[in-house]
C-alpha cells in the first residue's frame, strides 16, 4: 500500500492547495453584520463572547492578530479561517478515500491496480472539491466566524478514527483514540458541533472491534447517544459548578502555600539559618489575594468559556 499512500498524500495536499487558493483570494477584507464583529474585536483583545463562548477560537485568533494593524485585525482572522478550512477539505478528502479503500482495495492484488486506484482518488478529490465550492461552506470559510475551525476539528476527529481503524491490529493504535479525545475536548472551546461525531464514531468502534450484529449496532447507537446526552448535559451544562469548585480549591491552595512561604523567609540573603519572622496579617492576607487575583486573571477567561459563558 505504499504506493497508494504516497499518492494519497499528494492527491490531498494538492486538492488543499486549490480550497486553500480559493479561500484566501475571496476572503471577506472585513467583518460580515452578524456574530463576527463580535468574535473578532474580542478575539484581538482576549475578551469575552456570548455563550456558550469560544476560548480556543479566541486564542488562536489573538495568534493569528499579534501585532497586526487594527485595521488588518478582520481580515487576519478571516485567513486563519480559510486557512482551517482548507485544512477541512483536505480530512474531508483522506476520510473518503479511506471509505473507499475499505470497498476497492481490499487485498494487495487490488493495491497495484492502477485502475482503482484512481477510482479511489477520484472519489476523495470529486467529493471534497464539490464540498470546497459548495455555498454555505464556502460563505463560513472566508469570514470570522467559530464554523470554519469547528468544521475542521470536526473533520480532523472523524478522520482520526479512521486513522485509528487503519492502525487497530498495531500494539500503540490506542494513541489515535487518545489524540481523538483530547481533540473533541479541545473542539467544545470553539464550538459543540464536534459532539455529534461521538454517535459515529461508536459505530467505527463496534465495527472493527466486535462481530456485527444488529442487537450490536442498536446498542452501540444507544451507547453512543448516552455518551452524547451525558457529554452535554452532565459535564458541559454543568461546568459552571465544577469550574467554581476548582476555583474554590485553587484559591485555598494557593493561600497555604503563600502563608506557609511568609511564615519561614530568612533575615537576608545569605543567612546560614532560616528563622520565623512576625508578619502583620493584613498585608499576608494582601499578598494571599493579590496572588490569587494574578492567577484568576489567567484562568478565569477560560474557565468562562468552558462553563458555557456563565460568570465565575
Not at 503563600?258 to 499578598?287: E, M, N, W, Y
Request: charged share 15%; proline share 2%; aromatic share 14%.
Amino acid at each position: 500500500m505504499t504506493g497508494f499512500n504516497r499518492l494519497n498524500n499528494i492527491v490531498g495536499w494538492l486538492v488543499f492547495l486549490v480550497a486553500a487558493t480559493t479561500y484566501t483570494l475571496t476572503l471577506e477584507p472585513t467583518a460580515s453584520f452578524w456574530d463576527c464583529g463580535e468574535f473578532l474585536s474580542a478575539a484581538y483583545k482576549l475578551q469575552v463572547v456570548h455563550p456558550p463562548g469560544a476560548a480556543f477560537f479566541l486564542t488562536l485568533g489573538r495568534i493569528f492578530t499579534l501585532g497586526a494593524d487594527p485595521a488588518d485585525v478582520a481580515w487576519r482572522v478571516n485567513f486563519m479561517n480559510g486557512l482551517a478550512s482548507a485544512f477541512s477539505i483536505l480530512f474531508l478528502f483522506w476520510t473518503i478515500t479511506a471509505i473507499a479503500r475499505k470497498i476497492m482495495l481490499k487485498n494487495e492484488s487490488d493495491a497495484s491496480n492502477m485502475g482503482k486506484i484512481i477510482a479511489v482518488l477520484g472519489a476523495g478529490a470529486v467529493g471534497a472539491l464539490c464540498y470546497t465550492f459548495t455555498d454555505s461552506f464556502w460563505f463560513s470559510a472566508v469570514e470570522g466566524e467559530v464554523y470554519a475551525l469547528s468544521s475542521m476539528t470536526t473533520a480532523l476527529v472523524f478522520w482520526l478514527i479512521f486513522k485509528w481503524d487503519s492502525h487497530a491490529d498495531e500494539a500503540d493504535s490506542d494513541r489515535w483514540l487518545i489524540l481523538l479525545a483530547f481533540l473533541m475536548g479541545i473542539s467544545a472551546g470553539i464550538h459543540l458541533l464536534n459532539l455529534l461525531c461521538i454517535p459515529a464514531i461508536c459505530f467505527v468502534y463496534y465495527l472493527r472491534r466486535f462481530t456485527f450484529s444488529w442487537v450490536g449496532l442498536l446498542k452501540t447507537f444507544l451507547l453512543g447517544c448516552v455518551i452524547l446526552v451525558f457529554i452535554q448535559i452532565g459535564v458541559i451544562a454543568k461546568n459552571s459548578i465544577h469550574c467554581g469548585v476548582f476555583r474554590s480549591h485553587l484559591r485555598e491552595f494557593l493561600r497555604n502555600r503563600t502563608r506557609r512561604r511568609i511564615r519561614f523567609l530568612p533575615h537576608h540573603f545569605g543567612s546560614s539559618h532560616r528563622s520565623r519572622i512576625v508578619v502583620d496579617p493584613a498585608k499576608s492576607q494582601r499578598l494571599v489575594e493579590n496572588r490569587f487575583l494574578n492567577v484568576r486573571f489567567h484562568f478565569d477567561f477560560l474557565l468562562f468559556h468552558v462553563c458555557g459563558g456563565h460568570s465565575l
